[in-house]
């Protein structure tokens, strides 16, 4: 039963006493590397809501960046993580062996969207998934290239900041030594079509860059280790491809021979109303990498590939912390939940969230698009329908309106706001966000 209020809350005015001290003495001694928005200090959660440091209470539509799946300590994910951090904490599977590892192994097998049998390799994160997955597309291939897409990010370390292409600060000062033979080619943003085309006649024309340039300028195809996308790209601003893109990327790497690499870091486990986004589009990679959302908070990545593909010798990579036991439990837990209840529930209450957005889009000119599947949904802000001019300021105004009102949402790309609840997101709460959206959006564009 809830001990917190199932609707935004407040005690103080924001932020509170004890939320501005913890701010203050984090700015003398953490990173300022972090991008914080508004200042909102967490003390505890339940399912979709949080409580602050002075008892105010909020509607999490971020789930700390799409990751808790099962909600804020669920008690069943909470109860498998006691268990096994009363038997033991860690055992490096790098150099031994213990069942947490191997079941969750034999589960992600089983659930991987693709076929026959799959081996993992186990991380902390989803940069060391994706870093994990560009070693093995070269080793495995033994060719030296990749491509990526612009607007996606794959982590910050610098492998995988090679892949990424979200934010030029994201790469400032770091350039010159990103990790070589890397390529990118636009991404199928159908709303900003990069050849000009409308949804309805699109054919995934905008790889016809990646075909007719960068695979006769820039790269051989024979060798291309890899094409490492996004089914949903995320930081980009949550951008929904048409099925033809996958489809036709997927041909591509058949013919030449290369690699198909899916990062499911953002959208999979359950977020898109199916355990992996990809499934949606019909297709069937070679490597899929996972975090995030996969074990309820506790960190843990995973790049899981076709065992034909993940022939590696022993010392060609490894992790000590990687697939601890503890992060293993709670995967277990979470995925088992997952599949049991939260990825129909992420289905319908996320159709119902779509419906109501596209409602408020019909009311508020500040909305361009409105896309997404199942609890991944993006808004797009502009400051004209038809030339589609970004509206960035308006939107960091709106995601702070809405935390004054209670609901914590986060921007994604220039000028979309993204909502990533919770997959135990109710239909009430999805009310209680399109209401308080309503009322934000109203106050920056003025009516």
């Given at each position: 039963m809830s001990t917190l209020p199932q609707s935004p809350h407040f005690r103080t005015a924001l932020p509170g006493p004890n939320a501005r001290a913890i701010i203050e003495r984090d700015g003398h001694v953490v990173s300022p590397s972090y991008t914080r928005g508004y200042p909102f200090v967490i003390a505890r959660g339940e399912g979709a809501m949080v409580e602050d440091v002075d008892g105010n209470v909020f509607l999490d539509c971020a789930a700390g960046i799409a990751v808790n799946s099962t909600g804020h300590s669920h008690p069943e994910v909470v109860a498998a993580i006691v268990e096994q951090a009363g038997r033991y904490l860690h055992m490096s599977g790098t150099d031994f062996y213990y069942e947490p590892q191997v079941r969750l192994a034999e589960v992600l097998s089983a659930a991987a969207p693709m076929p026959g049998p799959s081996r993992s390799f186990f991380g902390n994160s989803g940069a060391e998934a994706n870093e994990a997955?560009?070693?093995?597309?070269?080793?495995?291939?033994?060719?030296?290239?990749?491509?990526?897409?612009?607007?996606?990010?794959?982590?910050?370390?610098?492998?995988?900041?090679?892949?990424?292409?979200?934010?030029?600060?994201?790469?400032?000062?770091?350039?010159?030594?990103?990790?070589?033979?890397?390529?990118h080619a636009p991404y199928a943003e159908c709303y900003r079509c990069p050849v000009r085309l409308t949804p309805d006649s699109c054919q995934a024309e905008c790889l016809e860059y990646l075909e007719d340039k960068v695979m006769v300028h820039l790269v051989s195809p024979d060798e291309l280790a890899a094409i490492v996308v996004e089914p949903i790209q995320g930081e980009g601003g949550y951008l929904v491809p048409p099925p033809q893109f996958h489809q036709r990327l997927r041909a591509l790497t058949q013919q030449y021979g290369s690699l198909l690499i899916v990062d499911e870091v953002q959208a999979g486990m359950g977020r898109t109303g199916k355990l992996f986004a990809i499934e949606h589009f019909g297709v069937q990679p070679d490597i899929v990498t996972m975090a995030k959302g996969i074990a309820s908070g506790l960190p843990l990545g995973v790049a899981t590939a076709r065992a034909g593909v993940m022939e590696w010798t022993p010392g060609a990579h490894a992790s000590t912390f990687g697939g601890n036991p503890v992060s293993c439990a709670a995967a277990l837990a979470t995925i088992r939940l997952l599949q049991e209840q939260l990825v129909a529930n992420a289905a319908d209450v996320g159709g119902y969230l779509l419906d109501g957005l596209r409602d408020l889009q019909r009311k508020h000119a500040l909305i361009g698009d409105v896309r997404g599947k199942g609890l991944m949904i993006g808004i797009e802000l502009v400051r004209d329908r038809t030339t589609k001019v970004r509206a960035t300021a308006e939107r960091d105004r709106v995601v702070d309106e809405a935390f004054a009102r209670g609901l914590l949402i986060l921007g994604a790309g220039r000028n979309t706001i993204r909502l990533s609840p919770p997959l135990v997101l109710t239909r009430a709460q999805a009310r209680i966000a399109i209401d308080i959206l309503d009322q934000s959006i109203g106050v920056v564009a003025g009516h």
């Open positions: 997955a560009i070693k093995l597309a070269r080793y495995s291939t033994k060719r030296p290239f990749l491509v990526a897409f612009l607007g996606s990010f794959h982590g910050r370390t610098m492998g995988a900041l090679s892949l990424t292409a979200s934010r030029s600060v994201q790469r400032k000062g770091f350039g010159a030594t990103t990790a070589p033979g890397v390529f």
